[in-house]
């Protein structure tokens, strides 16, 4: 069964970076385009990011164009987020999401890690 | 950029209930466009996609319509377990947003 799994969160001052991961298995990762969304507190979904399946073209929300950078390891089945210049409203649950086969809807979801810049 | 208007942003209903959840694009999206399900401290689930399609496993009370730019779903029989705040999110174009969300209590 396909299984994603986020870490790389954790509490990171403003103007700070992280890295996040997303484990990939159960599928092959290498044929499936991967997003990254995330979910601030209070707030409704938010896309941010997605990557097509070989990594050739990456699109983002305006929101964080230019700080986040996605990529992936198609050897290694893992997906990345960088973030920079992060600021207070960053702040939230990111996941990471399959698309499903042929389309680009989010088909499997991981289970999502928290991400909190404070100072 | 492509803006999702999803109304009513609240609703509260009953157990057996009819309810209908409306998604406005600002322009067209053909059928382009997902609902998914979140509940509290859990990840969101893909109920529906290219606007009709029921994802295996979803139970058959869900249902996805589509009129033009306005999309449409539906829980035929509300169900206890259906309390969650639902999304859409549209795919034709970059960046891929997803609506306000629309929290169902039963």
């Known amino acids: 069964q396909v299984q994603l799994v986020e870490s790389g969160g954790g509490v990171v001052q403003p103007g700070g970076s992280l890295r996040l991961s997303c484990a990939a298995s159960g599928f092959t990762f290498k044929n499936f385009h991967m997003h990254w969304v995330r979910r601030a507190p209070g707030k409704g979904l938010e896309w941010l990011s997605l990557?097509?399946?070989?990594?050739?073209?990456?699109y983002y929300a305006d929101s964080v164009k230019d700080r986040f950078t996605i990529s992936r390891d198609n050897y290694r089945n893992t997906l990345f987020l960088q973030l920079n210049s992060l600021r207070t409203e960053d702040t939230g649950i990111y996941y990471c999401g399959k698309v499903v086969p042929g389309g680009h809807d989010i088909d499997d979801w991981g289970q999502g890690t928290l991400v909190t810049v404070s100072s | 950029d492509i803006h999702l208007t999803q109304s009513p942003s609240f609703l509260s209903s009953s157990v057996g209930d009819r309810v209908t959840i409306t998604c406005r694009a600002n322009?067209?999206?053909?059928?382009?466009l997902a609902w998914y399900q979140q509940k509290p401290g859990k990840a969101p689930k893909l109920l529906i996609y290219a606007a009709y399609t029921l994802k295996s496993g979803v139970p058959s009370r869900f249902s996805g319509s589509r009129s033009g730019t306005e999309f449409t779903l539906t829980i035929s029989s509300l169900q206890p377990e259906d309390s969650a705040t639902y999304y859409c999110?549209?795919?034709?174009?970059?960046?891929?947003?997803f609506g306000g969300g629309t929290k169902v209590e039963i």
């Open positions: 322009r067209d999206i053909n059928k382009f």
């Open positions: 990557i097509e399946y070989d990594g050739r073209r990456t």
């Open positions: 999110q549209q795919l034709s174009d970059y960046p891929l947003v």
